[in-house]
Structures are given as structure tokens and as C-alpha cells.
């Protein structure tokens, strides 16, 4: 079941106050009796009008997944265009929509835009410890005990306090640079680009692949937006609070800012 306002919202493409106001004027009406229950469950038999209109079920699009390309922004603001908002197609564009923790323009790969902050706090809080993958390409030498300091939790210059313990797995590396796959529980700003650089190397290539227990769909292509089935809803939700999927897995306590741009 799902809240009265939500179904409003995401069926006639509403803002959230859009549809918590025509409950709270009275133009909604559930199996024929007006309601101002924000909150009323909705279920598939009941029939819901809007000014008279019956609101027909549809499939579950508050919640988007996203292969994000290279050189968009993840922010509303013209000022930095190119957006990633207006990549998205007219079919599931909504006022509402926010995408739940941002990648720099220049990384690519997996995000969850939605039209819930409940979802977005799940996946962003560092109290939940919902981890993120992430496979690097970087230029430079990396500190010979770099995976040991990452685990510790690593002290980034200009900030006292370590970040949270993670797991940096090192790829094949020579004395031009390497690659790694970093799996990572909070989201200060730049904090992928900030930790490779403060263990002696310069990311050239950021893709995210992970979030909690979802991967990357294979089939959503670079650019692409399509609507989260119900089974990657379950695996959203259920994301596991720890670094699933990483190795080692340090699993240590903490918390500090919700997810940024990386």
C-alpha cells in the first residue's frame, strides 16, 4: 500500500503540497466519499477522482535509476548547466524529482532519483552506512600501505576528523598510475578525488557501480533513465548497512555528512 498523496503525486506527475492540497481542499474522493486524509492507503480496487476525474493506476515511477553520463550537473540551478534534470524523459519528469546523493559532473554511472525524502535519507544518511562502489583510474603512486589506511579511516587534509572506515581494493598499478575499486559508507564533497589524492594519486576516471545492494543495471545504458522495478525497489530498500560486496570489510561505527558530490 502507498499513501494517498504519494499515488496523487506520482500518477498526475504533482508536486507533494500540489497533492496534499486538493486532499486538504476536498477535491480528492476515495470509492465515491470526499477525504482529507493525506495518509489514506491506497490500494489498486479503490477508485480515486481528482476534481471528478478518475486517477487511474500505472506503474511505479517515483523512482528512477539513472546511468549518469559525463558532463552534466546534478543540481536544479541554470547557473550550471549543462543539467541532468533536463536529460530526463518527459514521461518521468516530476517537479518533485531529486537525485538521492550527486556525482561530479565529470563521473559517470549509477544514481536513484526519486520523489521521496524517506528514500533519499535511506540511501544518503551516514547513520544508515549504505554503501557505494566505486571503480577509479588514477594517475600517480599510491601509498604502499593505502588499503591499511583507508580501513583505519583516513584523515583528509584541512579535516579533523578520519573519515569512516572503507575498503580500497588496488588494481593492476605501475609508475604512471592504476586502478582501484574504493566502496565507501558517507559522501563528503569530492570525497573519492580527496582520498586518492591524499594517499598520492589524481583520479582520471570515477564510475559508481554500487548502491547498497543494487548494481548497475546491465541493461541501462550511459544516458539512459528508466523507472526501478519492483525487484530493485526490494534490494533499494533493503540495501544492507555495511560494505557489502568490498573486501576487506571493516564494518566499523560512525557517521558524519549525507552523501555529495564525489
Not at 553520463?69 to 543539467?83: F, I, K, Q, T, Y
Not at 600501505?145 to 579511516?153: I, K, W, Y
Request: net charge positive; glycine share 8%; proline share 8%.
Amino acid at each position: 500500500m502507498e499513501p494517498l498523496d504519494r499515488f496523487i503525486a506520482r500518477r498526475r506527475k504533482w508536486s507533494w503540497a500540489a497533492a496534499r492540497q486538493a486532499i486538504h481542499q476536498r477535491r480528492v474522493q476515495v470509492d465515491g466519499l470526499r477525504t482529507n486524509r493525506y495518509h489514506h492507503p491506497y490500494t489498486p480496487d479503490l477508485v480515486v477522482t481528482v476534481d471528478g476525474e478518475i486517477l487511474a493506476d500505472g506503474p511505479d515511477d517515483a523512482v528512477v535509476l539513472c546511468h549518469k553520463p559525463p558532463g552534466v550537473a546534478c543540481s536544479h540551478l541554470r547557473s550550471h548547466e549543462p543539467l541532468l534534470y533536463d536529460l530526463v524523459p518527459p514521461a518521468l519528469a516530476h517537479p518533485d524529482l531529486q537525485s538521492a546523493g550527486r556525482l561530479d559532473r565529470d563521473t559517470t554511472g549509477l544514481l536513484v532519483l526519486t520523489i521521496e525524502g524517506t528514500l533519499i535519507q535511506r540511501l544518503t544518511s551516514p547513520r544508515r552506512r549504505c554503501a557505494k562502489r566505486y571503480r577509479i583510474a588514477y594517475a600517480g603512486v599510491l601509498a604502499a600501505d593505502a588499503s591499511a589506511q583507508v580501513a583505519r579511516g583516513l584523515v583528509l587534509p584541512d579535516e579533523a576528523q578520519p573519515c569512516l572506515p572503507a575498503a580500497l581494493t588496488l588494481g593492476v598499478a605501475n609508475a604512471q598510475g592504476g586502478s582501484a575499486t574504493l566502496t565507501l559508507c558517507e559522501g563528503r564533497t569530492h570525497q573519492v578525488k580527496r582520498m586518492i589524492r591524499a594517499l598520492g594519486g589524481d583520479v582520471v576516471r570515477l564510475h559508481r557501480d554500487r548502491i547498497g545492494a543494487l548494481e548497475l543495471p546491465a541493461d541501462l545504458a550511459l544516458g539512459a533513465f528508466r523507472p526501478a522495478s519492483a525487484a530493485e525497489l526490494t534490494l533499494l530498500m533493503g540495501s544492507s548497512p555495511d560494505l557489502a560486496g568490498s573486501a576487506p570489510p571493516p564494518g566499523a561505527p560512525g557517521g558524519r555528512t549525507p552523501d555529495a558530490q564525489r
